[in-house]
């Protein structure tokens, strides 16, 4: 007998939460393809596929994916934006090399997440996490109040 179980869809662990925007840890890349270019089926293309762990999301369905062309890399390019957020929004020079599993993996950003018109949810972002969110953030406490000397000369 062959049976068939079947799933909610989608990647294996993959979120099932709310939309919204989350902090979230980088904990897996991969390069994808060769894919076969819609404009010129003579072309083909690779793609980052990376993909990041949703802080607080249930065991087992926290993760979101968000792909980035391999061969551009500028500083419009959508991998330079999502390698930019991880390092915390510091420019990359030109030139510069980083080793994905030993400078990325393990970082945080701040992801965007909404739902495709297949009813999936989607990473379709990726930005700075501001500094509060961050792993280790102690809460901001509210300053000491500023005593001021007392003038004479007010009327009050």
């Known amino acids: 007998m062959t049976s068939i179980t079947f799933t909610a869809g989608g990647k294996p662990g993959a979120y ?45 369905e926290s993760m979101v994916w968000i792909t980035s062309g391999v061969e551009n890399t500028g500083p419009k390019s959508k991998t330079y934006g999502i390698t930019s957020a991880l390092i915390g929004g510091k420019p990359i020079p030109t030139g510069t090399t980083l080793d994905i599993e030993t400078h990325l993996i393990g970082r945080q950003a701040l992801v965007s997440v909404q739902q ?41």
């Open 116 to 156: 495709n018109d297949r009813g999936y949810l989607d990473c379709v972002g990726v930005t700075v996490l501001p500094k509060a969110m961050q792993k280790g953030a102690l809460p901001q406490q509210a300053p000491a109040p500023v005593v001021e000397a007392i003038d004479a000369s007010l009327p009050f």
């Open 16 to 60: 099932r939460g709310e939309e919204g925007s989350f902090a979230a840890t980088l904990i897996t890349h991969s390069i994808e393809g060769p894919f076969t270019s819609k404009q010129d089926p003579t072309e083909t293309f690779k793609l980052h596929e990376w993909g990041f762990d949703i802080e607080g999301a249930a065991e087992g």
